[in-house]
């Protein structure tokens, strides 16, 4: 890992979260902040961002690689007081809809929604995904964002993907960045206001609100490989995504599994 650059020539991300580091290389945010918070090094918001991360990893073990210089990858530690794991469950939703959030002020005349759990989409493509940790010891969540900035079509990782400069944005690294993390920490503190409660706070309300799976035809992966497709309902007090189930017309609550927006036929 290269020598950290002064966090300093990020002004605006600084002034947001004063407790930011810019790596100018490393292989994962996420681990370099779950290794800190393992040795008492990180706090409640200490934040790492890079422009380059080479071994960048996305949810069930996926890799997830980026051109250098055309991505941000973004760790927060959210540690708050007496967090149970319950409440600390919802940051990956948390994380999701700040970054929807903080998109839709980069590009103009887009649909930009949350896809449930944590990715975010520009007109039904990914342009940001994220991934939340725990903690050893359950004292808080490394919550890591990615974000294509100026990623061309011919560098994209997907057909499904895009990123703000295809989008019609001209989008600058330390200003996309403070832009989700203003969004972020604002959600967190409105968190934590509501007692670490997702309906008192309001969270789960603003969740619904914006998460685009919600009345989609879907297909649901699970972890033990099973399926379940059918139409989403909603999302629960527990951040679990309801699902009509095609197949026996029951209602399941999916608390993790990889999901697809089908077509209406």
């Known amino acids: 890992m290269r020598p950290y650059a ?10 947001v979260a004063p407790l930011l580091e810019h790596l100018e290389e490393v292989g994962s945010t996420n681990h370099e902040l779950l290794a ?3 040795r008492g090094e990180a706090q409640h918001l200490s934040t790492l961002v890079t422009a380059n ?6 949810r069930l073990g996926r890799e997830w690689v980026a051109p250098a210089g055309k991505t941000f990858a973004v760790s927060v530690l959210v540690a708050p007081d ?3 794991i319950e409440a600390l469950s919802w940051m990956p939703l948390i994380g999701g809809l700040a970054m929807a959030r903080a998109v839709r002020t980069l590009v103009n005349d887009r649909v930009v929604t949350l896809k449930w759990p944590n990715d975010v ?3 039904g493509l990914k342009v940001s995904g994220l991934l939340s940790e725990l903690v050893a010891g359950g004292t808080g969540v490394i919550v890591g964002a990615g974000l294509n900035l100026t990623i061309e079509r011919d560098e994209l990782p997907t057909s499904v993907s895009t990123s703000l400069l295809l989008e019609g944005a001209q989008p600058d690294f330390d200003d996309a960045v403070s832009r989700y993390l203003k969004e972020l920490l604002a959600l967190v503190e409105q968190f934590v206001a509501g007692g670490l409660d997702p309906v008192r706070s309001g969270i789960a309300a603003a969740v ?6 919600i009345g ?7 972890p033990g490989g099973d399926r379940i497709f059918g139409t989403a309902e909603t999302v629960d007090d527990q951040g679990q995504l309801v699902v009509k189930d095609d197949a026996n017309g029951q209602l399941q609550h999916v608390a993790a599994g990889d999901v697809t927006h089908l077509r209406y036929e």
């Open 53 to 58: 991360q080479t071994a960048g990893r996305g």
């Open 36 to 38: 800190r918070a393992a």
């Open 208 to 213: 619904r609100a914006e998460c685009g799976t």
């Open 121 to 123: 989409q520009i007109e």
């Open 6 to 15: 002064k966090a300093m020539d990020l002004p605006l991300s600084t002034a």
């Open 82 to 84: 007496d967090a149970s």
């Open 216 to 222: 989609r035809r879907v297909r649901v992966e699970l």
